[in-house]
């Protein structure tokens, strides 16, 4: 017998399970948007809060104005390590990477 859920008017849930619950390889590209999405934040963030334009930043780093606005880019996939260290770097910061529980729809 299928399980049947409660029904809702939540936007965000309704959205969940038409889209997503059920189907894994939606879910692996929605973490992997969000995760990238967050880098680019991130970057954004600290790059703003150190009062520097792109084109600053990347003559700190020795790279193109291009360069930091693709990694600002939530659609941008090309993150490497070494580049955020670069950019860290730059900023006072270090880069630390932490893994952590996905969430699991039940």
Same mark, same amino acid.
Do not use: W
């Given at each position: 017998?299928?399980?049947?859920?409660?029904?809702?008017?939540?936007? !965000?849930? !309704?959205?969940?399970?038409?889209?997503?619950?059920?189907?894994?390889? *939606?879910?692996k590209?929605?973490?992997? +948007?969000?995760?990238?999405?967050?880098?680019? *934040?991130?970057?954004?963030?600290?790059?703003?809060?150190?009062?520097?334009?792109?084109?600053?930043? +990347?003559?700190?780093?020795?790279?193109?104005?291009? !360069?930091?606005?693709?990694?600002?880019?939530?659609?941008?996939?090309?993150h490497?390590?070494?580049?955020?260290?670069?950019?860290?770097?730059?900023?006072?910061? *270090? !880069?630390?990477? *932490?893994?952590?529980?996905?969430?699991?729809? +039940?």
């Amino acid at each position: 017998m299928a399980k049947m859920s409660k029904p809702t008017s939540d936007a !965000v849930e !309704v959205l969940h399970r038409r889209f997503y619950e059920g189907k894994p390889s *939606r879910l692996k590209n929605l973490e992997e +948007a969000r995760a990238n999405g967050e880098i680019a *934040r991130k970057i954004r963030g600290l790059r703003t809060a150190a009062g520097l334009t792109q084109t600053q930043l +990347a003559k700190l780093i020795g790279t193109t104005a291009s !360069v930091i606005c693709r990694l600002e880019d939530a659609d941008y996939e090309g993150h490497s390590l070494g580049m955020l260290r670069r950019i860290g770097a730059a900023l006072n910061r *270090r !880069v630390e990477i *932490r893994f952590v529980t996905i969430r699991r729809s +039940a």
